[in-house]
């Protein structure tokens, strides 16, 4: 498996067929990198180039490097080396499994045997309301609890050191701590999204236009203490939710939950602005 | 025997006279097979769009059993298309001993190469040819248990193209990847995306390279399955009584009942 330090996209051409923006973008690892635009304006293209580590032979023409050079095309084609993870909002697990077992089998074909199933299944009910448990057949899993599962098996189980991530908000689970858990791997980053809380996540932002790469946007530091605050009201819509769940009535004073792993981070947080 | 009063023939209609042998032999055969649904034509119509624009010329055929619209899928891609509908024979048996007449329709339309799309229905047969490109095209929902059953159409492909992978987790595609391999060891994995057409510019690149032409003396990798009872010439009769042929048990005794 060869490391991923950066990968750089060249520019091709826009849907008009003029050059993109952007000419040249790298991103290392370790970054977060948000994908926004309207619908349409050419987000799961980029993704799909990144995939596919095109070499201006997609529509886009844009060309992808890999630590600055031509990937080679064992690494393009051969799916034992294939780099990247993708995780979207239309993924499910179909198989007829316990999900312990299925960890294992996982686990198993990345030649990982001695990987801990619980603390797969440990990380992924950090990430939502609902616990997941060991011998939980996959298929009677929530959205909420797929999508969980499916952020720790990439972050501890999948080498793949580039994750892709197309729209997942909806999904019911904790995002902020969906991307640490992801990052913390060191792995490279990309997010398609609508959602504030998503986008502002990312230090970076391209902005899409038109099939074309428009701007880059560096996060500022205003706009990190909104993201600090945003994590909150999520968090409090996830802890709403819950209580719906359990059949619970929901008083006024509800909106002032804010779980305690965010409260000192939102001293610090007002204390710079 | 009333079911084979009409035996269904491919609709050429030119005698095959001119046929000149030697361009013949030289055509490259490519035969994609897979279960219904799997993704075959959605996967071809994207690979063969690719082709197109690299100036390739294939022609395109479609077996099925029953009926199709596929033609009209493919029809869109402006290259010759023809239809074969095996009815109720097995449609890869049909597709095998048509296959002359196929390749004499790609050589009449000036074609550089004959990519056809079976129905693989039965499990037990694989259409392919030792000197053409196998390629068995299977739907990543179908379970991580599937490709051991798959069979033959699985095991002896050269490439096997995986498809709807956008619908389920990686995890899942991986242990899929890994079952694959387990049944077919030397095979080329590659995965496409047959709704947006991710990945079938590396399929399109494998099909660019592939050269050898089916002479011939072109045979079938895998022995087509055995079926010589009174059920294969039109008995509707259930009761033991009433069959003949070569029977297997449920017990896996094989035994012969007849003269
Ligand atoms: N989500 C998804 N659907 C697909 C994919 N490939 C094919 N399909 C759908 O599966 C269905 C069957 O595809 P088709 O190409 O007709 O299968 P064939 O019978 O093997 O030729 C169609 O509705 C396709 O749109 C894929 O990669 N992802
Ligand atoms: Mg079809
Ligand atoms: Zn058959
Ligand atoms: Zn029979």
Known sequence: ?273 | MQRRKCIPHLVATDQQKMTDNKTINKLPLIIIAGTPGAGKTSVLVHTIRILKSANRRPALVKIDCLATDDDKRFAKLDLPVLVGLSRDMCPDHYSIYNLDEMKAFAQKNQADALIMETAGLCHRCAPYTENCLGVCVIDSTSGPNNPGKAGPFLSCADIVVVTKGDMISQAEREIFRERILEANPGCNIVDVNGLNGQGAAELAQQFQSFKAGSSVEDKLRHNAPFSVCTLCVGEKRIDKKYHRGLLRTMSGCEQYVGE
């Not at chain 1, 040249?24 to 690892?29: A, G, K, N």
């Open chain 1, 1 to 273: 498996m060869v490391k991923i330090e950066c990968i750089s996209i060249i520019g091709g051409i826009d849907k008009s067929g003029k050059p993109e923006n952007i000419t040249s973008l790298d991103i290392r690892e370790g970054e977060i990198i948000g994908i926004v635009g309207p619908t349409g304006s050419g987000k799961s293209q980029l993704i799909s180039d990144i995939e596919q580590l095109s070499q201006k032979d997609s529509s886009t023409r844009r060309q992808v490097l890999v630590n600055g050079k031509v990937p080679s095309p064992a690494l393009r084609n051969d799916p034992r080396q294939k780099m990247v993870a993708q995780l979207s909002q239309n993924m499910n697990f179909l198989a007829d499994m316990e999900v312990r077992d299925f960890l294992r089998l996982h686990a198993r074909c990345r030649g990982k045997d001695q990987i801990s199933t619980d603390e797969i299944i440990y990380k992924a009910n950090q990430l939502t309301g609902e616990p997941i448990k060991p011998n939980d057949n996959l298929t009677i899993l929530s959205g909420g609890q797929t999508r969980a599962l499916m952020v720790a098996d990439v972050a501890v189980i999948s080498e793949s050191p580039i994750v892709l991530i197309d729209e997942i908000e909806n999904a019911g689970i904790k995002k902020h701590e969906a991307l640490e858990l992801l990052s913390g791997h060191n792995k490279l980053i990309m997010i398609v999204t609508h959602d504030p809380v998503m986008a502002l996540s990312a230090k970076k932002r391209i902005i899409m236009k038109n099939g074309g790469m428009s701007t880059l946007l560096e996060a500022t530091p205003e706009e990190k203490i909104v993201s600090e605050q945003l994590s909150g009201i999520d968090a409090t819509i996830l802890h709403l939710r819950e209580l719906l769940r359990n059949g619970l009535y929901i008083e006024e004073n509800d909106l002032n939950f804010i779980p305690e792993s965010l409260l000192c981070k939102e001293e610090n947080a007002s204390l710079t602005l």
